[in-house]
T-cell receptor, first 113, second 112 residues
């Protein structure tokens, strides 16, 4: 049973436009959510996170939105740049799990020049 | 600051052979994880260490997989014997004070 789902395996966006990556979760105990970015042949790197007490967190071109009632979060990248092309993983945890992360299956973002 | 270091980066072995992966976490990070990542999937937890203690190894296939972190710093993950289905990337991560995980570059295993 996948507790964190990324239903879009891939997304293509034109350079300068907005990229929106989506993630759904089923475990209502999750209270901390993270996005990781992964380039080929490298390990995932932390991008941005959000606590369940917030509904938005922004860091430069990256904004994460959390909709707890819908158990949905999204990552917005604006403007998108070719260097943003990577696989993006959504992850979630809760305090009772010692902050162990459960990952989604990832979305391959391609930003076209 | 050095990141999480893993070796080897790539390993090709024949089935039924043993293989071992090594991880050196970021200095001062007490929590260490081994994750398995299959192609097209997200990382899946194999084992979590708090210092030298394995506090969650419920997802580790104990018939062929073993891990250790004897001095609470470096860790090794071993597979013996390897099977075709073990071909994957094995990721090591350590946890920072804010809770985010820092990953190594991974060890890509190919079992022929």
């Amino acid at each position: 049973d996948q507790q964190v789902k990324q239903n879009s395996p891939s997304l293509s966006v034109q350079e300068g436009r907005i990229s929106i990556l989506n993630c759904d979760y089923t475990n209502s105990m999750f209270d901390y959510f993270l996005w990781y970015k992964k380039y080929p042949a490298e390990g995932p790197t932390f991008l941005i996170s959000i606590s369940s007490i917030k509904d938005k967190n922004e860091d430069g071109r990256f904004t994460v939105f959390l909709n707890k009632s819908a158990k949905h979060l999204s990552l917005h990248i604006v403007p998108s740049q070719p260097g943003d092309s990577a696989v993006y993983f959504c992850a979630a945890s809760f305090s009772g799990s010692a902050r162990q992360l459960t990952f989604g299956s990832g979305t391959q973002l391609t930003v076209l020049p | 600051e050095a990141g999480v270091v893993q070796s080897p980066r790539y390993k090709i072995i024949e089935k039924k052979q043993p293989v071992a992966f090594w991880c050196n976490p970021i200095s001062g990070h007490n929590t260490l994880y081994w994750y398995l990542q299959n192609l097209g999937q997200g990382p899946e937890l194999l084992i979590r260490y708090e210092n030298e203690e394995a506090v969650d190894d419920s997802q580790l296939p104990k018939d062929r997989f073993s891990a250790e972190r004897l001095k609470g710093v470096d860790s090794t993950l071993k597979i013996q014997p390897a099977e075709l289905g073990d071909s994957a990337v094995y990721l090591c991560a350590s946890r920072g004070p804010s809770g985010e995980l820092f990953f190594g570059e991974g060890s890509r295993l190919t079992v022929l």
